[in-house]
């Protein structure tokens, strides 16, 4: 199981990021996805997950109606499109699959809010 993440940068207040997490070495599409964000000083923390058709996701209140996830099973990848953010929001940030009864995680990939 292979995840890797990308799109994290830099970006202004109230601006917008998409991250991308490329999936492989195993089924994607059978799989729910989720997002998670470990900010400075702080534990890991859930920032949403989407079912594996990619009908339902669900997203932590402090990003709700700001982030969406999304995903793309003919090009296993799930994405995590971020608007109107937020200093708060800086963080790295990992994708993540439970997969046969272990956590998969990606590198993470940093993205700092601030003017």
């Known amino acids: 199981v292979q995840l890797v993440e990308s799109g994290g940068g830099l970006v202004q207040p109230g601006g917008s990021l998409r991250l991308s997490c490329a999936a492989s070495g195993f089924d994607f599409s059978g799989y729910p996805m989720t997002w998670y964000r470990q900010r400075p000083g702080k534990e890991r923390e859930l920032v949403g997950g989407?079912?594996?058709?990619?009908?339902?996701?669900s997203l932590t209140a402090s990003v709700k109606g700001r982030f969406t996830i999304s995903r793309d099973n003919d090009k296993n990848t799930v994405y995590l499109q971020m608007n109107r953010m937020r200093p708060e929001d800086t963080a790295v940030y990992y994708c993540?699959?439970?997969?046969?009864?272990?956590?998969?995680w990606g590198q993470g990939t940093q993205v700092t809010v601030s003017s």
């Open positions: 993540n699959v439970y997969y046969r009864g272990s956590m998969f």
């Open positions: 989407i079912t594996k058709a990619g009908d339902m996701s």
